[in-house]
């Protein structure tokens, strides 16, 4: 299989939208995407001239999102008052962690106490609800509601590799149907080069889990069962990250409840099996929303392509467990909101939010109005939306707009935005979160640290001794990465 994509925006600045269906008109999400068709061994080749042996294929469209952006710009556009009419913004803690809930006498949940990890400040919130979505950490949560409640969350770890850009064209890629265990495995163009993967296995829930040896040899050897080139040598970044998968809850000791003790005792042996290598791709991608005696809301699992329909689950339990909450709205208005940064608005540009033709007109605008090189023009369109025009103009100030690095197309008008619209308070939330490279190019993330620190330096009004520090931490960071690619490397002298 194969899927082919024209750019375009479809929710968000974070979502590529892929597919000539932008050439058509549509709204609220309501669209058709081609249909799909066979190719011929010939088309293959010509569509994927790194392919080795003959293939036919089947061509499908496709999205692509960048989840670090689709987040941050879900979050952001949730602080807006009246972004939607009668909307009330909320409000962010960043960097503030959770410690204990607060509950009355009754034994209900009234609260968190949490601290600011920025100010070293421990602090009590008030609230009628608290709602737990913390993906592979919700069973810390819910043991702090209930220690002797059962945990319900397996990680899966997904291992994936960044590759050269020669592996896919601009707007192709491959998905692999069937691997050798019986994955699927993508080769996708992302962010001008190459993102593979993904392996499925039991691992621990940590903080910063690294990308193990094994995992990059298994998607590698993969791979160069389809590609020519040498995967391993060409590999130049890896990350893991991990899936919550969750278990069904255990019944009371009935016929039923001996019929999930059969199940559990299979999912157990399973799990055994994960620690010698087996995949845990038969547990539950699907999410599951829990409410607890004491009144806590655990969103449980669940996926990126799922998450409006997890949100608007979860504030429907959460209402009909609190009727005195009256919404403004009865039913949910998800899909008539946008993300900040959508086609649907006009930013400093007289350009009209037309979907279908967003992305030319906003690269050409930079262009013309910045001076730009296209590259950067393109990955800011894609990375901001019509946020673009609003970080171009930011890069006037004190030369802004020049390259972080001649290897990439970001800027340094980018850490300046990242600061005071995007919650950054440290070298590493920059260099991974907000532009990625972290995750992307481990040499040039290194390389371009220095100047991300001097120029938030700038703009935080750091002195030496905190400027030298956060270049230790983000090097720091980057070099445990990179050390999974040499650990990889080694393994195989």
């Not at 952006?69 to 962690?97: F, P, W």
């Not at 019986?182 to 903080?207: N, S, W």
């Not at 490279?437 to 935080?460: H, S």
């Amino acid at each position: 299989f194969f899927f082919q994509a024209e750019d375009g925006i479809r929710d968000s600045v974070a979502s590529r939208g892929l597919g000539d269906v932008y050439k058509r008109q549509f709204s609220n999400y309501s669209y058709r995407l081609p249909r799909p068709k066979i190719l011929l061994q010939k088309e293959m080749k010509e569509i994927c001239p790194m392919l080795k042996g003959d293939f036919y294929g089947v061509q499908f469209c496709e999205g692509q999102m960048n989840d670090a952006r689709l987040a941050l710009q879900t979050l952001l556009t949730s602080t807006i008052d009246e972004y939607h009419q009668g909307m009330k913004g909320g409000v962010l803690g960043n960097y503030v962690e959770f410690l204990e809930f607060v509950k009355d006498p009754a034994g209900k949940i009234i609260g968190a106490k949490v601290q600011d990890k920025l100010k070293n400040k421990e602090f009590i919130i008030k609230a009628k609800v608290v709602i737990n979505c913390t993906g592979p950490f919700a069973d810390e949560v819910r043991i702090k509601d209930d220690p002797k409640c059962e945990r319900r969350i397996i990680g899966s770890r997904g291992v994936h590799l960044i590759l050269p850009h020669q592996y896919t064209e601009k707007n192709v890629g491959i998905l692999i149907p069937k691997t050798s265990d019986g994955r699927i495995m993508f080769v996708l163009p992302y962010q001008q080069l190459t993102i593979a993967g993904t392996t499925d296995h039991e691992c621990k829930i940590e903080d910063a889990p690294a990308a193990p040896a094994e995992d990059i040899k298994e998607i590698a050897k993969e791979l160069e069962k389809y590609f020519t080139g040498n995967i391993e040598q060409t590999c130049q970044a890896a990350w893991n990250g991990i899936r919550p998968l969750v278990l069904s809850k255990s019944e009371p000791p009935t016929k039923l409840g001996k019929i999930w003790s059969s199940i559990k005792s299979r999912l157990n042996s399973l799990r055994k099996k994960n620690s010698s290598g087996v995949v845990t791709k038969s547990l539950t991608r699907s999410h599951v929303v829990e409410v607890s005696k004491s009144g806590l809301i655990s969103l449980l699992g669940g996926k990126w392509t799922a998450y409006r329909k997890m949100g608007e689950e979860t504030i429907d339990i959460a209402l009909k467990n609190h009727p005195e909450i009256v919404p403004i709205q009865i039913e949910s208005v998800s899909r008539e909101v946008k993300l900040i940064g959508s086609y649907t608005e006009k930013i400093l540009t007289s350009i009209e939010p037309d979907i279908a033709e967003f992305i030319v007109p906003y690269t050409n605008f930079l262009k013309n109005t910045y001076g730009l090189d296209w590259d950067t023009c393109n990955h800011l369109v894609e990375c901001y939306g019509t946020l673009s025009v609003k970080v171009a103009e930011m890069g006037l100030e004190g030369h802004l707009n020049e390259k972080l690095h001649k290897d990439i197309p970001c800027i340094k008008a980018q850490v300046v935005y990242a600061v005071r619209k995007e919650l950054a308070t440290n070298v590493k939330d920059v260099v991974f979160r907000r532009l990625g490279v972290g995750f992307t190019n481990q040499r040039v993330a290194a390389e371009i640290i220095p100047v991300v620190a001097e120029v938030m330096a700038a703009e935080l009004s750091w002195g030496t001794k905190v400027k030298d520090a956060e270049i230790e931490a983000a090097t720091r960071a980057i070099k445990t990465l990179a050390q999974t690619i040499l650990n990889f490397y080694l393994s195989n002298d």
